[in-house]
């Protein structure tokens, strides 16, 4: 079974850090471009960062740039999304989702073929 598991939400205070893992079973992430996104109460889903599948390419949203970064090993067959001076406003359930193209719309990853059901990031103090 293709899975893409979530990690490392939870409760921060503004301006703390967290480091969410997104994990794949049932398949290498080798070949796949790798994309974050987000989904705020009553907001629409919105790309946060995405990385090509040699990692040679990476994509921030402009709300996150200088901010958050991507990175993947693909040893351990995962990719992370570094969360620093995190702010109220990126309270969120985050997705990380895979494709076997690197395609972009406005500047995030698209055409995605697998998704994860996602981890809770709350910055509230």
């Known amino acids: 079974q293709l899975q893409l598991v979530e990690s490392g939400g939870g409760l921060v205070q503004p301006g703390g850090s967290l480091r969410l893992s997104c994990a794949a079973s049932?398949?290498?992430?080798?070949?796949?471009?790798i994309g974050w996104f987000r989904q705020a109460p009553g907001k629409e889903r919105e790309g946060v960062s995405c990385?090509?599948?040699?990692?040679?390419?990476?994509n921030y949203a402009d709300s996150v740039k200088g901010r958050f970064t991507i990175s993947r090993d693909n040893a351990k067959n995962t990719v992370y999304l570094q969360m620093n001076s995190l702010k109220p406003e990126d309270t969120a359930i985050y997705y990380c989702?895979?494709?076997?193209?690197?395609?972009?719309?406005?500047?995030?990853?698209?055409?995605?073929?697998?998704w994860g059901k996602g981890t809770l990031v709350t910055v509230s103090s």
């Open positions: 989702a895979a494709s076997n193209i690197w395609a972009t719309v406005q500047g995030m990853c698209a055409n995605m073929d697998y």
């Open positions: 990385i090509s599948s040699s990692g040679g390419s990476t």
């Open positions: 049932g398949f290498t992430l080798d070949y796949y471009a």
